[in-house]
């Protein structure tokens, strides 16, 4: 039997996985969505993250719609008010100096950490490994993130697609793709674990170079592309302007909601420009045009399911990244499985 990776896969669950960018947690509490359950995000008064299940065990009331009060939070309902721990610490219909029920406590996920500017998230004991980019922490880079995307698709194929080398030249025509070679250069994978890195180089044009315009470079440059692939859901690709001098981190980290439904996160780091905020801007605008012309086809498949049995599909020597990307998902879906 052919087995396939769905967004709501039970294994996912032992898994990192982006919830939300750190700038979207403050002090007031904000509900957002993983693997179909609803989690409430808020800080303490000193910055510290915590995340609950968005639900009050009184009567299941959603816990972002309260408030916080100092390192507390309120429920909105019946005015249960939870510790920092999760714990009850006062329940005002049964007056002071009462007994706190032992169940009067939240749930949250297993692991909580945070990572290049994102909350991540694993509801139980991860079994993949905790994901950064190294670029993140370079003060030569210029971060800038685009606007987060919501699309029916499955992120299992998301995956496969930022991975896939052969599929610029056609889908990304009005974009990045028309100066694009068809043939995919040789290239090979270095597996770690649960994770992979592949790199190659390439002449392309760089109309994007200053320098072209001035007659100081040529338009066919070279540039190096390097992918970095975490399970389930985390990538990275980092392309290096050999002739031009500089590189672009684009990040792109994908949040299962529910069973047809994906956040994409993505963000740049650019060490090329600089410091221009007003580039940067440019920058972004042209990656979610990219990202569009990727949704355009990717949010219309009918089978929301990334094949894992490498023998379903046809496969070719220019898909090693995608190939290796089955391989690892496989490993981990069967590892958890026999927990």
Not at 159 to 181: C, K, S
Not at 261 to 281: F, K, P, T
Not at 295 to 300: A, G
Not at 318 to 326: C, P, Q, S
């Amino acid at each position: 039997m052919n087995r396939g990776l769905r967004n709501l896969d039970p294994a996912l669950r032992q898994a990192w996985h982006p919830l939300c960018r750190s700038t979207e947690v403050t002090r007031s509490p904000k509900r957002f969505t993983l693997l179909n359950q609803n989690y409430v995000a808020y800080r303490t008064p000193d910055g510290e993250l915590r995340v609950f299940e968005d639900r009050c065990p009184h009567r299941f009331a959603p816990l972002s719609l309260g408030q916080c009060e100092g390192e507390n939070l309120r429920c909105v309902y019946h005015g249960w008010v939870y510790d920092a721990q999760g714990n009850c610490v006062e329940i005002p219909a049964l007056g002071q100096n009462t007994t706190i029920p032992d169940r009067a406590k939240l749930a949250g996920p297993a692991r909580l950490q945070e990572s290049h500017a994102m909350v991540f998230v694993a509801p139980l004991e991860p079994a993949t490994p905790m994901p950064s980019i190294l670029s993140a922490l370079d003060p030569a880079f210029l971060r800038g993130d685009l606007p987060v995307i919501e699309t029916r698709a499955s992120a299992g194929l998301l995956a496969d697609n930022f991975l896939d080398m052969a599929h610029f030249p056609f889908i990304h025509a009005q974009t990045f793709g028309a100066g694009e070679a068809r043939e995919v250069p040789k290239y090979t994978v270095t597996r770690n674990g649960l994770q992979f890195e592949a790199s190659y180089e390439h002449e392309f044009s760089n109309r994007e170079d200053p320098g072209v315009a001035a007659g100081l470079r040529p338009l066919l440059q070279r540039r190096r592309l390097t992918y970095r692939y975490t399970a389930p859901f985390h990538l990275e690709l980092a392309i290096e302007f050999l002739d031009a001098g500089g590189a672009n981190v684009i990040g792109f980290f994908l949040t299962p909601l529910d069973d047809e439904s994906v956040r994409i996160y993505s963000s740049l780091w650019r060490n090329d420009l600089d410091g221009s905020q007003e580039r940067m801007a440019e920058a972004i605008d042209f990656e979610v045009a990219v990202v569009n012309e990727d949704l355009y086809l990717q949010s219309r498949y009918e089978v929301l399911e990334l094949p894992l049995d490498i023998t379903a599909e046809l496969h070719t020597r220019a898909d090693k990244t995608t190939v290796e990307l089955r391989r690892i998902l496989s490993d981990f879906v069967a590892s958890v499985s026999k927990e």
